[in-house]
Nanobody, 121 residues
Framework: QVQLVESGGGLVQPGGSLRLSCAASGSIYSINAMGWYRQAPGKERELVAAIISGGLTNYADSVKGRFTISRDNTKNTVYLQMNSLKSEDTAVYFC???????????????WGQGTQVTVSS
């Protein structure tokens, strides 16, 4: 089985910064992609940023220029550096990964438990 463990959420003032981390562990042959989603109260879960194994990245328009996703393949860890935070960034942030557990098995999608990010003065 594969586990994703997030850390780094919390309370921050508008204009501040936070860095989220997500470490994948367990049966991992390869990780095709990792990313971050968020879900605010009363809203659907949305993609924030994603990074594939070749290093290509994709961002939601609302976070471009403020958030940066990166990945440490040696640690199976993905990071989300969030700068210039706004109140509308308040949400539960979920780590997502497309993982191939073994060379003989297809890739599957896994989710972390979520970490709360609150932007408020």
């Amino acid at each position: 089985q594969v586990q994703l463990v997030e850390s780094g959420g919390g309370l921050v003032q508008p204009g501040g910064s936070l860095r989220l981390s997500c470490a994948a562990s367990g049966s991992i042959y390869s990780i095709n992609a990792m990313g971050w989603y968020r879900q605010a109260p009363g809203k659907e879960r949305e993609l924030v940023a994603a990074i594939i194994s070749g290093g290509l990245t994709n961002y939601a328009d609302s976070v471009k220029g403020r958030f940066t996703i990166s990945r440490d393949n040696t640690k199976n860890t993905v990071y989300l550096q969030m700068n210039s935070l706004k109140s509308e960034d308040t949400a539960v942030y979920f780590c997502n990964a497309l993982v191939r557990p073994r060379i003989t098995t297809p890739s599957s999608e896994y989710w972390g438990q979520g970490t709360q990010v609150t932007v408020s003065s």
